[in-house]
């Protein structure tokens, strides 16, 4: 799921797009939703990848892209409770 959040850019004064893309295990096809949001015409804009706990090469895949990236870690012992 992406959720877009528009704030003003002070400096600018253009609005920018902050994209959020929550992923796990989503290395054959992160490349490319990034490749595709980065050429788009509007540049101004942040993206931001949150990582539940990725096994397979999706952080590599993302940080050939300038996003900002936060991992969540699963912790076993709080979904027992």
């Known amino acids: 799921m992406t959720e877009s959040i528009m704030c003003v850019d002070n400096k600018t004064d253009e609005r ?17 939703t990034l490749s595709i949001l980065y050429s ?3 540049k101004n ?4 990848l949150v990582d539940s706990g990725s096994t397979d090469n999706t952080l590599d ?14 912790d076993i012992r709080l979904m027992c409770l």
């Open 40 to 42: 788009q015409t509007y």
């Open 45 to 48: 804009i942040e993206v931001v």
């Open 61 to 74: 895949e993302a940080k050939k892209f300038p996003v900002k990236i936060l991992e969540i870690k699963n």
């Open 16 to 32: 920018k797009v902050s994209i959020v893309i929550r992923a796990k295990n989503e290395g054959k096809y992160i490349g490319k």
